[in-house]
Structures are given as C-alpha cells and as structure tokens.
C-alpha cells in the first residue's frame, strides 16, 4: 500500500518560512511526478508546485519567486521551501505523488498539513 507522509506545517508570521517534507513509502516502480496542492475552505485543491522525472519544475503565479520545490530521489522524497509567507497562503497544503504501481499510473494525496500565516 502506498503512502504519502508529510510534515511541516504549522503557524508562522508574515514574512517568515516554512519548509514542507513529503515522503513515498509501499510498493510502487517508479515516480512520475511529486508536487504539492493547496485548498482553503470552499475552494477546490489548487497546484502549487510540481517537479517532474524529467527535471521540469512548474510554479503556481501566486508563488513563483517565493517558493522552491525539490525532490531527493534517493528518498522518494519532495520538498517545498516557503519564503516570504503571506496570509492569503494560508491553506491546507497536500503532498501529490504520480506514480507507477504494477504498471498503472495512479495519482497518490497525503493526508493534508495546515500552513497558517498571521501575526
């Protein structure tokens, strides 16, 4: 069975950082694609960063310049590096993992961390 565990979240000020950990665990082949999402209340789950095998980074417009996505792949691991924090990132943020299992490609959701920006 596989797993998505992140860790990470919590509260911070305006202006500070966050760094969010995601980690692949169970059987699978190979990983097509990690990234993370984020929902608020009553929005639907938005990308906020995605890295590809293939070294392809893509950015939502509302974090580009301020926040960084990187994957180990030693450790089947992603991770996101949130600087310069506003309230409006304030959201449930979800590890998104592509993956091949028994040779089909299924979208894998961790369980959800709480990134909440205030002063």
């Known amino acids: 069975q596989v797993q998505l565990v992140e860790s990470g979240g919590g509260l911070v000020q305006p202006g500070g950082s966050l760094r969010l950990s995601c980690a692949a665990s169970?059987?699978?082949?190979?990983?097509?694609?990690m990234g993370w999402y984020r929902r608020t209340a009553g929005n639907p789950r938005q990308m906020v960063a995605l890295?590809?095998?293939?070294?392809?980074?893509e950015y939502s417009d509302s974090v580009k310049g301020r926040f960084t996505i990187s994957r180990d792949s030693r450790k089947d691991a992603v991770y996101l590096q949130m600087n310069s924090l506003k309230p409006e990132d304030t959201a449930a943020y979800y590890c998104?993992?592509?993956?091949?299992?028994?040779?089909?490609?299924?979208?894998?959701w961790g369980q959800g961390t709480q990134v909440t920006v205030s002063s």
């Open positions: 998104y993992a592509s993956l091949d299992v028994s040779g089909i490609w299924d979208d894998y």
């Open positions: 169970g059987s699978f082949f190979s990983i097509n694609a």
């Open positions: 890295i590809r095998d293939s070294g392809r980074i």
